[in-house]
């Protein structure tokens, strides 16, 4: 607390009027993390004229957030939050909101909702894992090129889907 104290340029008791405890800071931080990530993309895809847009303008602003936020995304995801039950349930809920987002957004006629919710899910998994991967690895990737390899796979995999029954 010291430290977050002296970056933020107060004092620890200043600090302590704001937040309870670490726990209290460090759960405010997730929730800020989480409502940045879901704002860059749900104002990037609004923006989008067509599916295909959608997806690769998404994944972009996820890609871009990465980037230009890899302290607060290795906070969000790599920093053990999942080893805390509270942290772990704050961080769960984002996921779940960002694939309730894709969900809604995957147009493929005659599949059920909860086949879509599945599909919602395993691509934010998968934009997940690669920037994990990505920033762990300390690789040179450029946003823009993960942005264009990834939303290909998922457009073109998105395509193949079929309904359950088929």
């Known amino acids: 607390m010291s430290d977050i ?12 009027q704001h937040f309870a405890s670490k726990r209290d800071l460090y759960s405010q931080l997730l929730d800020e993390v989480g409502n940045q990530l879901q704002e860059a993309i749900t104002k990037a895809v609004a923006s989008a004229g067509s599916g295909r847009e ?5 994944f972009s602003a996820y ?15 790599a920093s053990g939050s999942w080893r805390d039950e509270e942290f ?9 909101l960002l694939a309730e987002q894709v969900a809604g957004l995957i147009e493929i006629e005659g599949i059920s909702d909860e086949q879509r919710q599945l599909l919602g899910h395993g691509i934010v998994g998968m934009i997940e894992g690669a920037s994990t991967h990505w920033l762990s690895s300390r690789a040179t990737a450029d ?3 993960l942005t264009r390899q990834l939303a290909d796979l998922a457009w073109r995999g998105l395509r193949g889907v079929r309904p359950e029954h088929q």
């Open 5 to 16: 104290a002296e970056a933020a340029g107060v004092t620890k008791p200043v600090l302590y």
């Open 54 to 58: 959608m997806v690769e303008e998404g």
């Open 63 to 77: 890609f871009n957030f990465v980037d230009s936020h890899r302290d607060a995304f290795q906070i969000f995801y």
């Open 88 to 96: 772990s349930a704050q961080v769960h809920e984002v996921e779940n």
């Open 143 to 145: 946003p823009g090129e």
